[in-house]
């Protein structure tokens, strides 16, 4: 059934279905026919956890919590508030944040805010280590475009447990400029963070990549959205918004809407795309963000439609063999909204002239094991060695090079956003969710992408691969602006 013959149906008038006709644009000519993938069987039956807001001026600690993630019942799990994660911090373009931040764990952590191009002593660099009871001012001003960034424990080696355990959180930028794209907010805007757990017969998390699994990467059984085992949300015949994170340590996923309707994708990491893009796969590396609008309109009411992982290639052998389902959409209100869908969304300028091509080639250690451990340009992190100097307001390119690599690498800059130029070998595409702003860029076996940066900020920052089991293991660099 299409869209009129449902607004028929449901007997509305031909001004209804006159006034949908004009909103046709290339994210809404979608079609409601297609197969569903081969699922993994499963009844999602738990409401789907939204993580409560906090403003720019909070007190946020990392601490333990309980936390109910399969039938075990309660589970002690690490996060920013009371269970797993963290809440979302809603800041607007030019605010001041002040947040105080305590450690009530029994380690060290420390908070990086991935996507805020803010000054290297408040960026959560690995040098900064805040102990057990300690405490720290988070003092920034954010100034840069409305968009999903997010935040997480930055200690190497500690980053993948911590994060796994549970600490991370969104932080929204809103601006003017986007208020007035009118875009569907409130109950209508929906967090969506998708983590992948392994769980053990209690059903807490256990994080223990094998020397394998570190290469591979620590691929965990359980799906989580938004610490929420099997979820459901229940929706409205509408437009909703989703700010889709990747906040899984290795995980590669390739979404797809059971009833084959497109995600109109409005952003990405951090900032909005120039313009809606209609993706029927929405491919996303851990670290990496989707803000995208789903249409609900022409969905009958009762219909249960899946978010869902489709099968992959082409990423490494462990990732993508697998289809299976990660959060039922049930609808269950009528409701006919009057959103209309922008041709263009936030100005855009491409980044030009730059000075320098600085190469950052993906290779291999071989562990004592013969397993091979990555490194970038041929050396593991060490926190007290800069690997490269930039200069302050210059504007690179920077060349991720895995024609060598049988593993995808989600690359990663601190302290900057980036634009990608080009991609060759592989999958020899940028696609269209990657035409913004970005900070997380998956670079896939035999790829080599370029990406444009300029830097405006000065100090010690990394660059890293975000397979959080790399990341742990050294593939990191850092960089001085000066
Ligand atoms: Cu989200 Cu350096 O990381
Ligand atoms: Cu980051
Ligand atoms: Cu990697």
């Not at 954010?142 to 549970?166: D, I, S």
Request: hydrophobic share 35%.
């Amino acid at each position: 059934m299409n869209r009129s013959e449902f607004l028929k149906r449901m007997g509305l008038g031909t001004v209804a279905i006159a006034a949908g006709s004009s909103l046709l644009t290339s994210c809404m000519d979608h079609g409601m026919e297609g197969e569903a993938p081969n699922v993994l069987d499963g009844v999602f039956n738990n409401l789907l956890k939204v993580p409560q807001t906090i403003n720019a001026t909070s007190a946020l600690s990392a601490q333990v919590g309980m936390e109910t993630l399969a039938n075990g019942g309660e589970v002690p799990v690490l996060g920013y508030g009371f269970g797993l994660l963290g809440p979302t911090i809603r800041v607007q373009k030019g605010q001041n944040v002040n947040l105080n931040f305590t450690n009530k764990l029994s380690e060290h952590t420390n908070i990086h805010w991935h996507g805020l191009v803010i000054p290297a002593a408040m960026d959560g660099h690995p040098d900064h280590r805040i102990m057990p009871n300690g405490s720290f001012n988070f003092q920034f001003r954010v100034n840069q475009q409305a968009g999903t960034n997010w935040y997480h424990p930055h200690l190497h080696g500690l980053t993948g447990k911590q994060v796994t355990e549970g600490l991370a959180g969104l932080f929204i930028v809103e601006s003017e400029e986007e208020k007035a794209l009118n875009l569907p907010s409130g109950t209508y805007e929906v967090p969506l963070i998708i983590q992948d757990k392994r769980l053990n017969s209690s059903g807490g998390i256990t994080y223990n990549p094998t020397m394998g699994e570190v290469m591979t990467g620590f691929l965990g059984e359980t799906i989580l959205v938004n610490g929420t085992n099997k979820p459901f949300l229940e929706v409205s015949t509408r437009f909703y918004r989703f700010r889709i994170l990747n906040g899984s340590t290795a995980r590669i996923y390739n979404l797809v809407l059971s009833n084959g309707s497109d995600f109109c994708v409005i952003g990405s990491d951090g900032s909005m795309l120039p313009q809606p893009e209609s993706m029927k796969n929405l491919l996303l590396g851990p670290g990496e963000r989707a803000d995208v609008l789903v249409d609900f309109s022409g969905v009958k009411l009762g219909e249960m439609i899946y978010l869902e992982n489709e099968e992959f290639s082409g990423m490494g052998e462990a990732q993508g063999d697998q289809a299976y389902k990660i959060l039922s959409f049930n609808v269950t209100g009528i409701e006919n909204d009057d959103f209309i869908l922008p041709t263009t969304l936030l100005p855009f300028t491409k980044l030009s002239g730059s000075t320098k091509t600085r190469p950052f080639k993906i290779t291999m250690r071989m562990g004592h094991n013969s397993l091979g451990m990555h490194q970038i340009n041929g050396k593991v992190f060490d926190s007290d060695r800069i690997d490269e100097i930039v200069n302050l307001g210059s504007t690179e390119i920077w060349e991720f090079d895995n024609t060598a690599g049988d593993e995808a690498h989600p690359m990663h800059v601190h302290g900057v956003h980036f634009q990608i130029l080009s991609r060759k070998g592989g999958r020899n595409t940028i696609l269209p969710q990657e035409s913004g702003w970005k900070d997380t860029v998956l670079v896939a076996p035999k790829e080599k992408v370029l990406v444009i940066l300029k830097f405006e900020h000065k100090g010690k920052f990394v660059v890293h691969c975000h397979n959080l089991e790399h990341e742990d293991d050294g593939m990191m660099l850092n960089f001085e602006v000066i």
